[in-house]
């Protein structure tokens, strides 16, 4: 209903309207107004983070976790610039959220007036729309406008900017209608004569891929499901990126693993190899292709993605189909049933005794010790014994993440939330405060490394105060061990400022904020520890005291293509394979 | 806005030996809501994302609709320009991009306006290349004229590279604005 009421007031209302529920944020001079309002309802449960970015990072667990859009308030000034690292994050990764920044009042803006920052300047390129509320009579459209920027089309973060007088100006509100924005209105169909034009070139294929990635699970549940029928109808190999984990399930018969510079050997080769890579989802990033030029060079292409900017940027496609996968997938696989295509069956066999070779190299594959723990075997048995729960990973940045991208199978969409395309450290533990309040009564494990939990590590206090039993998995090898690796790799194993000095006992720590901690350092004790941890109904820090030397394999070496993998079994020295040229990539 | 020219921008990803594409100009057409902070979104994405900028020239063009038009002269691959188009309608009040140059039949003006100093003869050679180009004097004192010049780019460039022996001081040029020709509309 249209109502007379004050800005501040306005931003609740319409909070409420888009039916947010949990609103993470933290307070100051800018925003007390709002503050204020929040005091009065109770249908927004606001969560108190310790550091701006957490309350980034948690949105974007809950939004990821959840669908939802994930939504944060912060102050003017330092509260938005601490918040600038997860918009980014979220801008990379494609994450619906709405931030809400308290400005200084109006007649003060470029006066570098007390915790004046820019916001709408400092956002500009790390979020999808930003908007500077000027006057009152603007605020409620812009409100809801920002929801649905957010969500629709490729999801980003939107930002708000909202001038203290305008919070305390009294104006009309107006709820949402459907919007009909004049200018965005993504394509959510495919042209269907493009999409009968794939489905008989994969009718036709004789070594098709299907390569996946996070658009699949933006595009909502729906898309995981006929993603399924599409390659049950098919019979086709299919690899997903790092983001797109979840989308088709772990254990499937025709799942070849993570693709990219991290990813299987089966996946990367048959990548190689492929005459037909139907890509739904995914934007060709650095980490897959590797060196351009000799990336799946006897391939035909299609690519399925919203994003117009995301087709023939980094790889030229001979078939782009624009819109959103839910709907491409629903037309594709009713396309494929209504022509009931004869695939080569023959030819098909081939190429699956081809990967079969492949898959025999068992390239994630590591050397098993009694006497230290090897972060691939926790990241296998914390597997072995969360998989039958109602389990949420997240993750931290570097090997650890990795290891848990290859050896954690996750079974359904939207159960792993990762920092892929920033690679935040300090995204995990917040991200799993967010993905724990979405789903309160699920197991929720952040798998962490050591060195990455300090960079948020004041969230601790976010999960106890809002009784959040996350689980954090340290694998902890007392390196940066990503760097470490690299410089192993590329500096001739010069270790400058990767050992991880000085750290915390992370039990005391745990200790220390109200929570439960455990140290496992012994592979016999493993299991029993991992279950100490997952029953206790706290939450836990556990430091898993690993092999510290462990490099995280296989992997293509930067400026490498697809098939000049380093493989786990390799002799060869790992800081011999890198040229000039490949030293110069990130 | 006058940007230099890079060289072709090659990813580290791709190889040496690989086929470069070539470097073509294009004229975009950019119809955007005339709100704050919108030039700046334009802006911003050339810088960000490296892209270069030729000319860049922004007004209202309706003003009840509060639209206005920016026209962009870049210069790119095929591909990166494909690109750059793509970049600019995802800027959330962008209207619509249109590349004029792969439309073909466009036209396109410039407004120039250029400072020559010089006396006795280079005064009346200068006066008399204006003429040539239908240039007009909009000011003059005994020792300088300024000449006001619309036309292609083109036609500018030439003009201003005759006026430099002669005695050119400064040149203060608009950018590009263009149009398709016929009946249709953007
Ligand atoms: C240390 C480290 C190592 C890494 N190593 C690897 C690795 O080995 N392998 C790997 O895969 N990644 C790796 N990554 C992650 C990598 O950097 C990228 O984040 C990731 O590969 C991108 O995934 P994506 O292509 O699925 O794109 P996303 O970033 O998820 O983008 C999704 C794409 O889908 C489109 N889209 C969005 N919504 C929809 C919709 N509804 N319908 C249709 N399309 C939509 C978007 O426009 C976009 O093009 C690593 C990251 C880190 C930090
Ligand atoms: C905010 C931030 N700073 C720096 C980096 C670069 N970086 C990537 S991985 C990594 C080391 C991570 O160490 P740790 O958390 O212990 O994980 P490990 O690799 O040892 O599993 C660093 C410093 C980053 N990704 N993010
Ligand atoms: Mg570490």
Redesign the pocket.
């Known amino acids: 209903m249209s109502k007379m009421m004050t800005g501040a007031e306005m931003v609740v209302q319409a909070l409420q309207d888009q039916g947010v529920t949990t609103l993470f944020g933290y307070p100051g001079g800018a925003v007390l107004p709002i503050y204020d309002a929040l005091f009065h309802q109770k249908k927004v449960h606001h969560i108190l983070v310790r550091h701006e970015q957490g309350a980034a990072h948690a949105a974007e667990g809950y939004a990821r976790s959840s669908g939802k859009v994930g939504c944060l308030l912060v102050t003017s000034g330092p509260g938005a610039t601490n918040a600038i690292t997860g918009l980014t994050d979220a801008l ?3 994450i619906p959220l709405v931030c809400i920044t308290g400005q200084v009042p109006t007649h003060l803006i470029g006066s570098d007036a007390f915790q004046e920052a820019d916001t709408v300047g400092l956002t500009r390129h790390c979020t999808k729309h930003n908007y500077l509320v000027r006057k009152i009579e603007d605020l409620s459209r812009i409100l809801h406008e920002a929801f649905y920027i957010a969500r629709s ?3 980003g973060p939107v930002v708000v900017d909202i001038p203290k007088d305008v919070q305390f100006a009294t104006g009309l509100y107006t709820p949402p209608k459907n919007v009909h924005h004049k200018t965005y209105q993504p394509q ?1 169909k495919g042209e269907i004569a493009k999409i009968k034009q794939a489905v008989a070139m994969m009718a036709k294929a004789k070594k098709p891929i299907f390569y ?9 549940p729906a ?1 995981s499901t006929l993603l399924r029928e599409l390659v049950a109808l098919t019979g086709f190999p299919i690899t ?5 984990l979840g989308a088709y399930p772990g254990s499937g018969k025709n799942w070849l693993g ?6 299987s050997y089966e996946a990367n080769n048959a990548m190689h190899d492929c005459d037909l890579m139907v ?10 292709t590797g060196r351009l030029d000799a990336f799946a060079p006897h391939s035909q292409k299609i690519h ?4 117009a ?3 023939n ?1 980094n790889v030229a496609v001979d078939l782009p189909i624009v ?6 997938l629903e037309d594709m696989v009713r396309l494929w049933r209504a022509e009931a295509h004869p695939v080569d069956k023959k030819a098909l066999q081939a190429w699956w005794a081809q990967i079969d070779q492949w898959r025999a190299r068992k390239s994630f594959g590591y050397k098993k010790s009694d006497t230290t723990i090897k972060p691939q075997y926790a990241v296998e048995r914390l597997y072995e014994l969360t998989k039958k729960r109602n389990t949420y990973i997240t993750t931290e ?3 650890h ?2 290891w848990a ?1 290859q050896h954690y199978r996750f079974e359904e969409p939207n159960r792993w939330m ?7 450290m300090g995204y995990g533990l917040p991200a799993a405060i967010g993905t724990q309040l979405a789903h309160p009564d699920a197991l929720v494990i952040d798998i962490a490394g050591e060195a990455s939990i300090l960079m948020c590590i004041q969230e601790l206090s976010t999960a106890v105060q809002f009784h959040c039993p996350v689980k954090i998995f340290i694998l902890n090898n007392e390196y940066m061990g ?1 760097v470490r690796q690299w410089q192993e790799l590329l500096h001739g194993g010069r270790y400058s400022s990767s050992y991880s000095e000085a750290l915390p006992d992370f039990v005391k720590l745990a200790e220390a904020y109200g929570m439960k901690g455990i140290r496992c350092s012994d592979p016999s004790q493993l299991d029993e520890a991992i279950l100490e941890m997952i029953d206790s109904p706290q939450a836990v820090i556990f430091d898993c005291v690993v092999d510290k030397a462990e490099n995280c394999l296989p ?2 070496p930067s400026g490498k293509a697809h098939n000049e993998m380093i493989l786990p079994d390799a002799d060869e020295d790992i800081g011999s394979v890198i040229d000039d040229k490949g030293k110069m990539l990130v | 806005m006058n940007a230099q020219t890079p060289p072709a921008k090659l990813s580290p990803y791709s190889s040496s030996n690989g086929q470069v594409s070539r470097i073509e100009t294009h004229t975009l057409s950019v119809l955007v809501d005339n709100e704050p902070g919108v030039l700046a979104r334009v802006v911003g994405l050339f810088s960000g994302r490296g892209y270069n900028i030729e000319s860049l020239t922004v007004a209202e063009v309706a003003h009840a609709q509060q639209l206005s038009r920016i026209t962009i002269v870049t210069t790119g691959t095929p591909e990166t320009i494909e690109q750059i188009s793509h970049q600019l309608e995802r800027i959330v009040p962008v209207h619509r991009v249109t590349d004029l140059t792969l439309l073909g039949a466009t036209v396109e003006r410039e407004l120039a306006m250029i400072k020559v100093r010089g006396k006795a003869e280079s005064r009346t050679e200068a006066l008399r290349l204006a003429e040539a180009f239908r240039a007009r004097v909009i000011d003059a004192t005994t020792e300088s004229f300024i000449f006001e010049l619309t036309g292609a780019p083109k036609k500018i460039d030439d003009f201003v590279e005759l006026m430099r022996p002669i005695g050119l001081v400064e040149v203060s040029r608009t950018g590009v604005a263009a149009i398709t020709r016929g009946p249709v509309g953007m």
Do not use: E, W, Y
Request: hydrophobic content about 40%.
């Open positions: 990379m990764d494609s089309g490729r999801p959510l996946t990635g996070g658009g699949v699970i933006n595009a909502g898309a997903s990126t790092l983001m797109g993570m693709l990219g510079m991290h990813g890509c739904i989802g995914a934007r060709f990033d650095d980490r897959i399925i993605d919203i994003d900017s995301s087709i940027k819109g959103d996968c839910a709907h491409v940045v570097g090997q993440q990795m991208a990762t920092s892929g395309g920033l690679g935040t990503m992997m293509i």
